[in-house]
Nanobody
Framework: QVQLVESGGGLVQAGGSLRLSCADS????????MGWFRQAPGKEREFVAA????????DYADSVKGRFTISRDNAKNTVYLQMNSLKPDDAAVYSC????????????????WGQGTQVTVSA
């Protein structure tokens, strides 16, 4: 069973940084590709970043390339999202998700989702 819990959200000024974490309490974390998604008020949930089960492959939305970095530590059952140069448009609830199929931007690849953590960026 996969249970995902995000942490690390908060309020940051534009240009600042945050690191989000997503921990899985299960025993099969290394078998899953992981993704980060975000949803701003009044908008659809959108893809942010994804990483393969072993961490060797990553993918990013164009809007965050060069600013965000996804990584994972399978020994700690945790996936991270390092967010630098944050902009007000990055403000959203960020959720992690786990896929038994493969990494990717499509939300239907992911069977398990966390509750999300709020990121607020002040101008």
């Amino acid at each position: 069973q996969v249970q995902l819990v995000e942490s690390g959200g908060g309020l940051v000024q534009a240009g600042g940084s945050l690191r989000l974490s997503c921990a899985d309490s299960g025993r099969t974390f290394s078998s899953y590709a992981m993704g980060w998604f975000r949803q701003a008020p009044g908008k659809e949930r959108e893809f942010v970043a994804a990483i393969s089960w072993g961490g060797g492959s990553t993918d990013y939305a164009d809007s965050v390339k060069g600013r965000f970095t996804i990584s994972r530590d399978n020994a700690k059952n945790t996936v991270y999202l390092q967010m630098n140069s944050l902009k007000p448009d990055d403000a959203a609830v960020y959720s992690c998700a786990a896929s038994r199929v493969r990494m990717g931007a499509r939300q239907d690849l992911y069977a398990y989702w966390g509750q999300g953590t709020q990121v607020t960026v002040s101008a």
